[in-house]
């Protein structure tokens, strides 16, 4: 079964870190670009992150750049996001998504986890 | 905030067909193509539509979607209480090297 699995997130204070994966199974990991897509409580689904399919290549929202990396281990197949000096407003369910990888149709993402929850808080 | 712009709700009775519209830009659904996300909440988005009007394998053919210019629109026809969910649509914006989601639309089945 395709399957993406987020784990990592919790309850964190302001400024601090946290290391949020993504463990891919039953498709080919190493041939796919990956995503973060996150969605705060109340509010809509905000794309974070991408990375290519060899990690060679990334993109950032303007609203975490410098403060969010991803990366990827294809050997683990797992994907992952250091977020560090965190905010109130990351406070969200982190999504990993996996690219549909249809050149004609770009930000297709076909196949998603459960979520994490990333809670900033004092 | 999000650059494209949706209708925050729609609604229709079982049968209906309910449209939602999704309005960008140049840098966005001008120059580039559209996808389309249901998500009920709690659970994960789904792939409604990809490329504008392509629906992936397993999606009914009630789905329709269509570009034109700066906007896109979702079609539900024959609306089913199966439908009631949130409703996104997104693109990649050449100005922010980015993708952007809609503000979302909130479908209700009456």
């Known amino acids: 079964e395709v399957q993406l699995v987020e784990s990592g997130g919790g309850l964190v204070q302001p400024g601090g870190s946290l290391r949020l994966s993504c463990a891919a199974s039953?498709?080919?990991?190493?041939?796919?670009?990956m995503h973060w897509v996150r969605q705060a409580p109340g509010t809509g689904l905000v794309w974070v992150s991408r990375?290519?399919?060899?990690?060679?290549?990334?993109n950032y929202a303007d609203s975490v750049k410098g403060r969010f990396t991803i990366s990827r281990d294809n050997a683990k197949n797992t994907l992952y996001l250091q977020i560090n000096s965190l905010r109130v407003e990351d406070t969200a369910v982190y999504y990993c998504?996996?690219?549909?990888?249809?050149?004609?149709?770009?930000?297709?993402?076909?196949?998603w986890g459960q979520g994490t929850m990333v809670t900033v808080s004092s | 905030h999000s650059v494209l712009t949706q209708p925050p709700s729609a609604s229709g009775t079982p049968g209906q067909r309910v449209t939602i519209s999704c309005s960008g830009s140049?840098?966005?659904?001008?120059?580039?193509?559209v996808n389309w996300y249901q998500h009920l909440p709690g659970t994960a988005p789904k792939l409604l539509m990809y490329?504008?009007?392509q629906r992936p394998s397993g999606v009914p053919d009630r789905f329709s979607g269509s570009k034109s210019g700066t906007s896109a629109s979702l079609a539900i026809s024959g609306l089913q209480s199966e439908d009631e969910a949130d409703y996104y649509c997104?693109?990649?914006?050449?100005?922010?090297?980015?993708?952007?989601f809609g503000t979302g639309t909130k479908v209700t089945v009456l």
């Open positions: 998504a996996r690219d549909l990888a249809v050149p004609s149709a770009p930000g297709a993402f076909d196949i």
């Open positions: 140049s840098s966005n659904i001008g120059s580039n193509t």
């Open positions: 997104t693109s990649w914006d050449d100005s922010l090297s980015g993708y952007v």
């Open positions: 039953g498709f080919i990991f190493s041939s796919y670009w």
């Open positions: 990375i290519n399919s060899d990690g060679s290549s990334t």
């Open positions: 490329g504008n009007n």
